[in-house]
């Protein structure tokens, strides 16, 4: 294959990608109740919200937004965790993926590691932050995940040393263990 074929193929497939990973505005119903545990965001009654179907490519390290979630029952995280249907400790280190990453649960179970704040942790992957669907009960009337959430127990920003004033929102990058 010639450079220039090379060049077509590959700015057809980053058109093609861009096309399936496009955002999508979704009316949502109007919210039920909402946990604002966390600072967590409610659906507004009327409002679109974007919806995603993919994430960004994962790389050695995946650049994504660090959020803070609760894996307890009880917790703004809503029903137990997509993976093994358990809540969990949030002194535990675990994380819900983006429904990109989360991949149809391939990465169920296993470690990812986040780095952050000068700092790195491991955690495991228990959930998914479901970037297609939200203001409903499973989801806690929360608005769909952004296509690069990273959505962490209390446990890993803890071990990032983030100062607990500033947990909710951290730039981080993140890769497979």
Partial sequence: MNGFSLMFWSSLLLVLLAVT???VQAQIPPPGQCNTGDDSDCCKDGQTYPVYRCSPPVSGQTRAHLTLN????????????????RYH??????????????????????????Y???????????????????????HDYQPPCDNDIVDASRAVWKVLGVPKDNWGWLDITWSDT
């Fill in 21 to 23: 990973c496009a955002e």
């Fill in 89 to 114: 400790s949030n002194d535990t280190p675990v994380v819900a993926l983006s429904t990109g990453w989360f991949d149809n649960r391939s990465r169920c179970l296993k470690n990812i590691t986040i």
């Fill in 116 to 138: 952050g704040n000068g700092r790195s942790v491991e955690a495991t992957v228990v959930d998914e932050c479901d970037s297609t669907i939200g203001c409903d009960e499973e």
């Fill in 70 to 85: 609760s894996f307890e029952e009880g917790g703004d995280g809503g029903g137990p965790s997509e993976c093994d249907n």
